[in-house]
C-alpha cells in the first residue's frame, strides 16, 4: 500500500486564508504588514525563491517592498540599507535572500537585521530563544515542517525522529523543535560523518531528509510505516522541460512512498509551508506593533487621566 502524499500546498493554501482575513483586520487598524525583500545578485533559484514570494505577499493583502542588488554590492551597502529598514516603522519585517556572494559576512548581515524584524528567524536572539522554548520566530522552513507533522496527524509524541541533514537553517533548529514537550521526539542527527547511515534511518518513525543531494534517501532505508518529510530542492538537467531542468527532493519519491506511511512530494511538499511560514511571521510582526501602539495610546491616555485628577490631599492617603 502506497504512503499517503501529504499536500503541502493544500495546507499553506489553508494557513494562508486565514492570514489573509487577519490581514484584513489589521488594515482596518490603518496597519498594513509590510515584508521587505532583498535579493542580492541573479543566482536563478535566489530569484525563483523570492518571486514566489512576492506574489504570496500581494495574495495575502500584505506590502512587499522589494530591493534587488547587484551581485558585487559593497557589504556596507547592503548594511547601511538593512538599518534604514530598522528604522523605517511602517517596515514590519525585513528577509535577506541567502546565499550572499562571497564578499559579504552572511553574519554580519543577520546581526545587523533587528531581532522584532527577523521573519526568518536566523537572528542570534530568536535562535538562542528557539533553545530554551521561549516565544520567538522560527525559522520557516522548520516551522513548516512541524506544522505538516501536526495537520496530516502524525505522531510525534515519543517518536524517535531522524534528520539527515546539520544546516542552521533546517537540519539543527528542526532537531531542536522536535524535541520541545509539544512534539516530544527523541531526535538522531546524521550528517556526512555518519557511519551506518542506513541503519540509523532504519530505526526512524520520521524520516527528514535536508541533505541538499538528490536521492540521498532510498527505499531500503526507510522503516515500513515511518514518515518521510523531504526538505530537498535540486535541480537536475532535463532537456524534456521548457526550463531545462527538473526539480527532485533528497528522497527517492516513487520508491519510497511504497515503504512510508505518509511522504511529502518535491515540489509542493515542504516548499508551499516555508512561504506559509514566512507569511505567518510578518503577520505577527505586523500584529506586535499593533499591540504596541495600542499600549502607547493607552498609556497616554491614562497619563491624562491622571494630570486631570487633583492630587489627594493628606487626609485622603
Known sequence: MSATVIDGKKIAEDIRADIGKKVLELKKRGIIPCLAVILVGSDPASVSYVTGKKKALVEAGMKDLSFRLQED???HELLRLIKKLNEEKSVHGIL???PLPVHISEEKVLLE???EKDVDGFHPLNVGKMMIGKKAFLPCTP???LVLLKKSGIKTDGAHAVVIGRSNIVG???SVLLTQKEYNCTVTICHTGTKNLSEITRSADILIAAAGKPLTVTADMVKSG????????NRIPDGSKKSGFRLTGDVDFERVKEVASYITPVPGGVGP?????LLSNTLEAAQNVAVGTRETAQNAAAGADLKKTPPASPETL
Open 73 to 75: 554590492v559593497p557589504e
Open 96 to 98: 535577506v535572500q541567502l
Open 113 to 115: 537585521i533587528s531581532p
Open 143 to 145: 516551522h513548516g515542517i
Open 172 to 174: 539543527k533548529p528542526v
Open 226 to 233: 515511518a514518515a518521510v518529510i523531504d526538505v530537498g530542492v
Open 273 to 277: 509551508m516555508t512561504i506559509a511560514m
